[in-house]
């Protein structure tokens, strides 16, 4: 159990039953009605920020958190099956949980995924990632100034804007974060 000094940025607790990850918080003092903990809390499961404030008696409890390394082996229908590189269990996780980060899944990736009470409930991916350019739209002479991109996609079939100078077959690194281009990067 910890109490209201203990809680940080990071800290992940388990509050109704569900994993909620401290975002931002700030402690307060209020005159003679003692301390309060305001908090900005991501619930692992959906995704979703709450903003919610404690008093100074609460106390709270970790979240049931382990995280292990995968591998991504295939896509089927809306599920993505891993393999625990451990014991080499194999076990699904569906798109709804995954969200964006299917767009830069491919067959062999190692990640990191996270367990909540031993169910799989997110992964987390490199923040940079090398891709293929399989489609990259022709170059067209005339604006340079303005820094001008064109459409691409990559290997696992997502469209990102890149420059100009960008063509079918180069490597390019990317932000998983936010699906940016950062570099093109040799083979």
């Known amino acids: ?26 402690h307060a003092k209020l005159g003679r009605g003692g301390a309060i903990l305001r908090t900005t809390l991501k619930n692992l499961l ?17 979240a049931d958190i382990r995280r292990g390394k995968v591998q991504f082996l295939y896509r089927e229908g809306n599920n993505f099956l891993f393999m625990d590189s451990a014991t080499f269990d194999q076990f699904p996780i569906g798109k709804e949980i995954l969200g964006g980060q299917t767009n830069f899944l491919t067959e062999g990736l ?57 063509n079918n077959n180069d490597f390019i690194l990317v932000d998983t974060r936010d699906g940016t281009y950062i570099e093109r990067v040799n083979k």
């Open 1 to 26: 159990m910890l109490d209201l000094n203990q809680v940080k940025t990071g800290t992940i607790l388990d509050l109704d039953g569900a994993p909620f990850e401290v975002v931002k918080y700030q």
């Open 46 to 62: 959906t995704g979703a920020n709450i903003e919610k404030t404690f008093r100074g008696d609460a106390k709270f409890e970790l």
């Open 110 to 166: 190692e990640v990191e995924v996270v367990y909540f009470r031993d169910l799989p409930i997110n992964i987390n991916l490199p923040m940079k990632m090398k891709f293929k350019v399989v489609d990259a739209e022709p170059a067209v002479k005339g604006d340079t100034i303005t820094n001008p991109s064109k459409n691409a996609k990559i290997e696992t079939g997502m469209a990102i804007k890149v420059p100009m100078f960008i």
